[in-house]
Each structure stands twice: as structure tokens, then as C-alpha cells.
């Protein structure tokens, strides 16, 4: 049963520039929550996505910005990048009223 | 507002000592408190969660966290520490119902020395 799957891996963009990261839920669930991960540092909740609408939001700016498709799975973008937006960015899944929260190995993104 | 801090940056043990990582909480009502942890350069695991059940809550690889309201705490402790349990561990509290946002603690990163 395969758990969280995030792509990609590893990025590298420049200032200015746009984002997408994308994210498959373990099989079975039906929510999903992005958190941002800068180094040293613990996760930070950006926002969290159920019936394919935004059902809570974090402390971050409109330039983060999210969807959830039929299927699930979710995609996290992200506009005008910054070099303070570079950090693993963490998906989890779950099922809607649950504490079984699942994550994903990352992505890093790397703004230079 | 819930929070949780995390008292040690840094915990260094022997191997075969036991282990400590404290927490403490910040909560208007009754929390629900979990402890990841993070190897490098991967995703977060679950330890093991509190949700207003057992005071004692047992988790994987050995490791147990005590929920002591009175002193608003929630340490994590394993009898003896192995190597591969060098990692970071986060202390999170969820805010609201279940399924709510999670926040982390800055994290305790622990080392274990042969």
C-alpha cells in the first residue's frame, strides 16, 4: 500500500519565478495538508484541502496557493518566489476527522 | 493560542542510556499531542499520539511520552537508546477538532554515541 508520494524530489528555481508541487494521498484518504519545513526549523501549517476546497489556511502570504483534484491528490504553487521560500515542503493525508495523519518525504525547493 | 516548546535543541546520549526529550504544552482545553520523528532527508513518522485516552501512551520502537496535565507536559523517554534512533524528534500539538492543523515544536535534535 503505497504511502504519501510527493514530486518532485529536488528543485531549483530563481527569484520571481512560479512553482507546482505535487501530491498523492495514501490510498484511502480524502485530505491534505502542506506544511513548509525552512532548515533548523520544525513544520509550519500553510493549508489544508477537503472535498477539493480550502477548509483551513496558515499564516502565508496569496502567493501560495493550492488545489485539490477529484482524485485527491493536491498540487501546492507557488508565485513571485522568494529565497526565504526555500525549504522542504511536507504533504500529508488523512482521513477527514482522524488523527492518522501520513507524510510524505518532501520536496526541497531550492531558490537562488 | 496552543503551542508547544521543546526544552533541548540538542540531546546527546550513550548508546544502551535511557533517553529523555521534554515538551511542554500551551492549551486552552484538552490537547491532542503527538511526537514525530524526522530521520535525514525524510518524511515525518509517528511515535506515538495522546488524544485525552491513557495518561501513558506506548509507541513505536520502544518509545513512551507521559501526559501530565498538572505540569503541562509530555516528554518523551526510552529505556535504552539504540543507534539508529539518531534522529529529530518534533513534539506537536493539533489545534481544534480531529483533523485539525498540526503545530510543531522547533524540534530536539537527539545524537547517539556509540
Known amino acids: 500500500d503505497a504511502g504519501v508520494t510527493q514530486s518532485p524530489t529536488h528543485l531549483i528555481k530563481t527569484r520571481g519565478q512560479q512553482v507546482t508541487l505535487r501530491c498523492s494521498p495514501k490510498?484511502?484518504?480524502?485530505?491534505v495538508s502542506w506544511y513548509q519545513q525552512a532548515l533548523g526549523q520544525g513544520p509550519q501549517f500553510i493549508f489544508q484541502y477537503y472535498e477539493e476546497e480550502e477548509r483551513q489556511r496558515g499564516n502565508f502570504p496569496d502567493r501560495f496557493s493550492g488545489h485539490q483534484f477529484p482524485n485527491y491528490s493536491s498540487e501546492l504553487n507557488v508565485n513571485a518566489l522568494l529565497l526565504g521560500d526555500s525549504a522542504l515542503y511536507l504533504c500529508?493525508?488523512?482521513?477527514?476527522?482522524?488523527?492518522?495523519?501520513?507524510f510524505g518525504s518532501g520536496t526541497r525547493l531550492t531558490v537562488v | 493560542a496552543q503551542s508547544v516548546t521543546q526544552l533541548d535543541s540538542h540531546v546527546s546520549v550513550s548508546e544502551g542510556t535511557p533517553v529523555l526529550l521534554r515538551c511542554n504544552y500551551s492549551s486552552s482545553y484538552s490537547p491532542s499531542l503527538f511526537w514525530y520523528v524526522q530521520h535525514p532527508n525524510k518524511g515525518l513518522q509517528l511515535l506515538l499520539k495522546?488524544?485525552?485516552?491513557?495518561?501513558l501512551v506506548k509507541g513505536i520502537n520502544g518509545f513512551e511520552a507521559e501526559f501530565k496535565k498538572s505540569e503541562t507536559s509530555f516528554h518523551l523517554t526510552k529505556p535504552s537508546a539504540h543507534m539508529s534512533d539518531a534522529a529529530e524528534y518534533f513534539c506537536?500539538?493539533?489545534?481544534?477538532?480531529?483533523?485539525?492543523?498540526?503545530?510543531f515544536g522547533q524540534g530536539t535534535e537527539l545524537s547517539v554515541k556509540p
Open positions: 495522546y488524544t485525552s485516552a491513557a495518561t
Open positions: 506537536v500539538v493539533s489545534e481544534g477538532n480531529q483533523g485539525g492543523k498540526l503545530i
Open positions: 500529508a493525508s488523512s482521513l477527514a476527522g482522524d488523527y492518522g495523519y501520513t
Open positions: 490510498s484511502g484518504h480524502d485530505t
